[in-house]
């Protein structure tokens, strides 16, 4: 069964750290570019982070210098490592393939108070 499972969201104030993790199934996770996307509000999901299979790493402009996306291929698992965190990153955080979605997981908020 192919799974998405993202955890490690939560509240945080502005200027904090969270650490999200995504269990990938291995025929989502092997070989593939992977992504964390986050859906804020009456907002249209977006890409913020990649990571392909060689580890080359890419980040939208709002979040680079702050965010770092990780795998671990023993784990089957992705990483995103938050900092200085804002506000404006209050969104349902998701994981999946780049190239090759399948369902999406149920995500996991992340809240940043002012």
């Known amino acids: 069964q192919v799974q998405l499972v993202e955890s490690g969201g939560g509240l945080v104030q502005a200027g904090g750290s969270l650490r999200l993790s995504c269990a990938a199934s291995r025929i989502i996770f092997s070989g593939n570019a992977m992504g964390w996307y986050r859906q804020a509000p009456g907002k249209q999901r977006e890409l913020v982070a990649v990571?392909?299979?060689?580890?080359?790493?890419n980040y939208t402009d709002s979040v680079k210098g702050r965010f770092t996306i990780s795998r671990e291929y023993a784990k089957n698992t992705i990483y995103l490592q938050m900092n200085s965190l804002k506000p404006e990153d209050t969104a349902v955080y998701y994981c999946?393939?780049?190239?090759?979605?399948?369902?999406w997981g149920q995500g996991t908020q992340v809240t940043v108070s002012s």
């Open positions: 990571i392909t299979s060689s580890g080359t790493t």
């Open positions: 999946n393939s780049v190239w090759a979605q399948v369902s």
